[in-house]
């Protein structure tokens, strides 16, 4: 069985053990213990903060594996397993920059030519986008779906707490790189004008795109993208195959790419305006109605189900009925307790 829930204190050491396994250059968690303990002080003030307008606050939520109702394994066996973030406002502290690909129409009157030509223009338009970030789950769960519960958990929360996010979202994924942490784009672009290799970069800067150097050093005028390397060519855009099941979960969610890339890396940049995502558009408020877990008959589809409690957030996976058109879930004695709801109580669904 596993719930998704806030970050709390307890869990820093295990976040320091999956952030020792993730890839370098990956946007995922930080890798030093205290940039660790500082994003979980930060998490659990955000969640435990009064907002009405987005601002710096970030929410950090765990994938827990927990012993089945009737399992007799001790409490000790739960484990981290995943974790996913969303950022209020992205650049709340500074601006948020990325490439946005453009096309420049270019015509000689004397010669009848013309042609457009692809280029990447510095920008700051994702600036107080919410961004989603730091989505990693173990080999274990990547097949379940429990994966699509820790994406979509970030939305759920964000549906029922809509004055603490921005209407648009977006997410930077981790560009192509090799086996030594090597980025073709990167070599391409940015170590012409920071003179340092791509993980020396990425470390300096904490995998942030809000940092003032990032203007002082980058270009300001649009990059002609036919003069790049074929090989920096060819990665942007492109994903880190570690990034490929994020991708997936977000564009079966409704995010979009090709309008943006990561500055550094060249990874794609999704972004969606709230309305066009699944979670917004299709998630259903139910009252919880106590059933065995016999009651589920017939054709079942897999469910996210989350409390509405804030700080105390918790979402699972159930399979059930369809719920298009219900007025209650029938949730059982031990989901409800995990959930921490009883019958009659609110839970927020959406079809996985």
């Known amino acids: ?42 998490s659990l003030a955000s ?13 950090l939520f765990v994938l827990e594996s927990i012993a089945e109702p009737e399992s007799t394994e001790p409490a000790a066996a739960r484990r981290i397993v ?19 690909n453009d096309v420049i129409q270019q015509v000689s009157r004397d010669l009848n030519i013309s042609h457009s030509v692809h280029a990447l223009t510095l920008c ?5 986008y919410s961004q989603l970030s730091s989505f990693y789950v173990d080999a274990m769960v990547q097949d379940r779906p429990e994966a699509a519960l820790l994406s979509r958990s970030r939305l759920l929360y964000a549906v029922q707490n809509p004055q603490r996010f921005a209407d648009r979202f977006f997410v930077p994924l981790a560009g192509v790189t090799d086996d030594d942490g090597a980025s073709p784009f990167w070599n391409a672009l940015g170590r012409k004008f920071f003179k340092m290799d791509f993980l020396d970069a990425e470390r300096i800067i904490g995998g942030a795109r809000n940092r003032t150097l990032i203007v002082e050093l980058m270009p300001h005028y649009p990059v002609y993208v036919p003069l790049l390397p074929g090989d920096a060519q060819a990665v942007m855009g492109q994903i880190h195959p570690s990034g490929e099941l994020a991708f997936n ?19 794609p940049i999704l ?4 309305h066009a995502l699944r ?11 106590t059933a065995p877990l016999a009651a589920n008959r017939g054709e079942r589809f897999n469910y996210a189900i989350a409390n509405g409690a804030g700080a105390a957030f918790r979402a699972v996976t159930i399979a059930c009925p369809d719920l298009a058109g219900a007025e209650a879930v029938a949730l059982t004695p031990q989901i409800q307790d995990i959930l921490r709801v009883a019958d009659g109580d609110s839970v927020t669904c959406v079809r996985i």
């Open 47 to 59: 969640f435990a903060a009064q907002v009405d307008i987005p601002s710096e606050e970030s929410y």
């Open 249 to 267: 979960l977000l564009t079966a969610e409704g995010f979009e790419a090709d309008e943006y890339v990561d500055i550094f890396d060249g990874g």
């Open 271 to 274: 972004q969606a305006h709230k």
């Open 82 to 100: 995943g974790t996913a973030a969303i950022f209020a406002s992205a650049g709340s502290d500074g601006t948020y920059f990325s490439f946005r």
């Open 1 to 42: 069985m596993y719930v998704v829930r806030p970050v709390e204190t307890a869990d820093i050491a295990a976040l320091e053990a999956l952030a020792a396994v993730t890839m370098p250059g990956v946007h995922t968690l930080p890798r030093s213990p205290d940039r660790i303990g500082q994003a979980v002080e930060r």
């Open 124 to 128: 700051s338009e994702l600036t107080a």
């Open 279 to 289: 979670t917004y558009a299709d998630s259903q408020v139910l009252r919880v109605r």
